[in-house]
């Protein structure tokens, strides 16, 4: 599964009401989670035990493969954020739905990646060391590439903030549309033209 080698394949399954007990969650976020999820399994483990050609981290030693089965296509985001919450590990989320899977990971933020054909995904492991392939991973379902010189948070944080950026100069060509008044929308153009200066 996912094109790992074999030596990760674990299959273990993680009860719903060991987690409910464990993580002391509120009955609303219980009947959420349970509306949403039908089981949870452990299927991969990815350390230097299994996969001997990758050393471990600085600051990665393992990371899991989740495989969370879920009772609809359009579910709650929030169930797979709650599940980063609580636990502390490195995880990759594969989210299943009948033959289409879409692959989900938290650092600093959840990043998911499209659904596709769950025989289609596949998770590279290119590094090194686990702390290589960890990023390589994040950057992977993130859809994003990390410049040279950046460390993966603050590659995300550029990306947000560019992100945020090109959101406020989209906003800005609208309400310029929009404004009839030539003073107005003077201030508005060289706002316009301070902004993608900082792009």
Request: aromatic share 8%; charged share 30%.
């Amino acid at each position: 599964m996912l094109g790992l080698p074999q030596s990760t394949e674990v299959k273990r399954p993680l009860p719903k009401a060991q987690i409910f007990k464990r993580f002391d969650w509120t009955p609303s976020q219980r009947e959420r989670f349970d509306a949403e999820v039908s089981r949870l399994d452990f299927v991969n483990w990815i350390s230097p035990r299994t996969v001997p050609a990758i050393a471990a981290g600085n600051e990665v030693n393992e990371i899991f493969v989740v495989e969370v089965s879920l009772k609809s296509r359009d579910f709650d985001i929030k169930v797979i954020q709650l599940l980063t919450k609580y636990i502390p590990q490195r995880i990759v989320y594969l989210l299943r739905y009948e033959d289409e899977t879409m692959l989900a990971i938290y650092h600093t933020k959840l990043f998911t990646a499209p659904w596709r054909a769950t025989d289609d995904i596949t998770l590279p492991l290119s590094g090194l060391n686990l702390d290589a392939v960890w990023e390589n991973i994040v950057s992977s379902i993130g859809q994003f590439s990390i410049e040279r010189d950046k460390s993966l948070s603050e590659q995300i944080k550029i990306d947000e903030e560019r992100a945020k950026l090109e959101r406020q100069i989209a906003a800005l060509e609208r309400q310029m549309k929009v404004t009839k008044q030539p003073r107005r929308k003077r201030e508005l153009f060289v706002e316009l033209q301070r902004l993608r200066g900082i792009k």
